[in-house]
C-alpha cells in the first residue's frame, strides 16, 4: 500500500512557476515508477508527465515539454513537478500517481493522491 500526498498548488500568474511535491509513505517508493496527471474542470483527466523508479527515464505531454519538469528524490520518498512559464491553460488539479510499471499517458496507475489546485491567472 502505498500513500500519496501532494502538496505546494497554488495561484500564480502567467508566465510564473510552481513546484508541486508528492510524498509517499511506506519503504518501497524507490521501485515505483510515479505520474503526474492533472484535470481541468469539465475536462478528463490528462497525463503530464511520469518517471521510472531509478529516475533514469522521464516522460511528457507535449503540451508541456520544455516548460515542466518531473523528478525523484528517493531518500525523501518524494517525486517533484517543477512547473515554470505558467500558461491560464494549465489551471488543473494536479494528482500524482504511483505504480509498479511505468506507464506513460494511460491512468491505470494504482495508487493516486487527493490533487492539489494549481490556478494560473492572465
Known amino acids: 500500500q502505498v500513500q500519496l500526498v501532494e502538496s505546494g498548488g497554488g495561484l500564480v500568474q502567467a508566465g510564473g512557476s510552481l513546484r508541486l511535491s508528492c510524498a509517499a509513505s511506506?519503504?518501497?517508493?524507490?521501485?515505483?515508477?510515479m505520474g503526474w496527471f492533472r484535470q481541468a474542470p469539465g475536462k478528463v483527466r490528462e497525463f503530464v508527465a511520469a518517471?521510472?523508479?531509478?529516475?533514469?527515464?522521464?516522460y511528457y505531454a507535449d503540451s508541456v515539454k520544455g516548460r515542466f519538469t518531473i523528478s525523484r528524490d528517493n531518500t525523501k520518498n518524494t517525486v517533484y513537478l517543477q512547473m515554470s512559464s505558467l500558461k491560464p491553460e494549465d489551471t488543473a488539479v494536479y494528482y500524482c500517481?504511483?505504480?509498479?510499471?511505468?506507464?506513460?499517458?494511460?491512468?491505470?496507475?494504482?495508487?493516486w493522491g487527493q490533487g492539489t489546485q494549481v490556478t494560473v491567472s492572465s
Open positions: 518517471i521510472s523508479w531509478s529516475g533514469g527515464s522521464t
Open positions: 500517481a504511483a505504480d509498479k510499471n511505468l506507464k506513460v499517458i494511460s491512468p491505470e496507475y494504482d495508487y
Open positions: 511506506g519503504r518501497t517508493f524507490s521501485s515505483y515508477a
